[in-house]
């Protein structure tokens, strides 16, 4: 029961977003960004060591502003994704476009599946919801599940709504894999965040720092020989996002252990060289070493 009352409180609040103008929202957003990181100070030296950690030719100057910039970022996530859930897919598909297409669907039209890789940069939630419509096949979409089973249901069925899209949780990424063999399918992960299992964990270099690795987008791409796309996201400007597919590598079977996972984290570290302010930097990406056994 109380699991519901807390799911009924968060419906309630999440509903209020729908009357607030984009305008408004990112007045609040600057609140919350201020909020986070002047006076709560909310994950602040992780922010820092990150970023002194990627960029130690920058000046203090130079790396508070990028900070700054990030508290920004997370911020205007956090509203958009709310904002988003009250948003029909026409007006959210008008505030995020996509190139080449045709670079995913040329292997589902093949016959052969596809492994989509992406990273914790720029709005991905709204990505998650308006990608499949373009896609020649089935997409699954691989997420974690929240803790409360009705808000958990909830947002499953508003990630999901345009019909296009299927979603698994983590726990049954591989069991999806024999689920769809044979049917030319897209498996979506973000593959940038931390593993949790250091002992299966893959790695690559990331910023010049030897990294422990998620081991999916690699592992269902070798076992089975799926091409690795990549999708990148750019913030156009509050708002709107552009996302472009590329390749990571077409023939997995072929490649050296850890090869993809190393191909997919170079193309992901010069996205965000382009944007650093855009990444999740208040993530706690290196707390831990791979092993080395």
């Known amino acids: ?18 009357f607030v103008p984009f305008r408004a929202l990112y007045i609040l957003s600057d609140g919350i960004a201020f909020l986070l990181h002047s006076v709560i100070g909310y994950r602040r030296k992780v922010v820092m060591d990150n970023l002194k950690r990627c960029f130690p030719d920058l000046t203090p100057q130079e790396l508070a502003r990028i900070a700054r910039a990030s508290y920004r970022n997370l911020s205007d996530i956090i509203v958009e994704s709310l904002k988003g859930t009250t948003l029909s897919l026409d007006e959210i598909k008008r505030r995020y476009t996509y190139d080449n297409y045709e670079l995913v669907n040329q292997h589902l039209d093949a016959g052969r599946s596809v492994v989509l890789a992406g990273g914790h940069y720029n709005n991905w939630e709204w990505g998650v919801i308006t990608i499949a419509g373009g896609i020649h096949g089935k997409t699954i979409g691989v997420y974690k599940p929240l803790s409360n089973i009705y808000t958990d249901r909830w947002f499953f069925n508003n990630r999901s709504r345009d019909g296009h899209m ?5 726990k049954d990424t591989f069991a999806s ?11 979506i992960l973000i593959s940038d965040q931390i593993p949790s299992n250091r002992k299966t964990s893959i790695t690559a270099t990331f910023f010049g720092q030897i990294t422990a690795c998620l081991p999916g987008t690699e592992q269902i791409a070798v076992n089975n020989n799926y091409p690795v796309l990549m999708y990148s996201i750019q913030r156009i400007k509050r708002g709107h996002y552009h996302l472009t597919f590329s390749e990571v590598c077409i023939e997995p079977a072929l490649t050296q252990p850890g090869e993809v996972t190393q191909l997919f984290m170079t193309k992901m ?10 990444w999740l930097w208040s993530h706690k990406r290196w707390k831990w070493q791979p092993t080395t056994s």
């Not at 894999?177 to 498996?187: A, L, N, S």
């Not at 570290?269 to 855009?278: F, G, L």
């Open 177 to 187: 894999v024999e689920e769809f063999r044979g049917q030319p399918t897209v498996f």
């Open 166 to 170: 299927i979603l698994k949780s983590m």
């Open 1 to 18: 029961m109380l699991k519901y009352i807390q799911y009924l409180f968060t419906r309630g609040f999440i509903e209020l977003f729908r």
């Open 269 to 278: 570290e010069q996205d965000i060289r382009q944007q650093p302010e855009n």
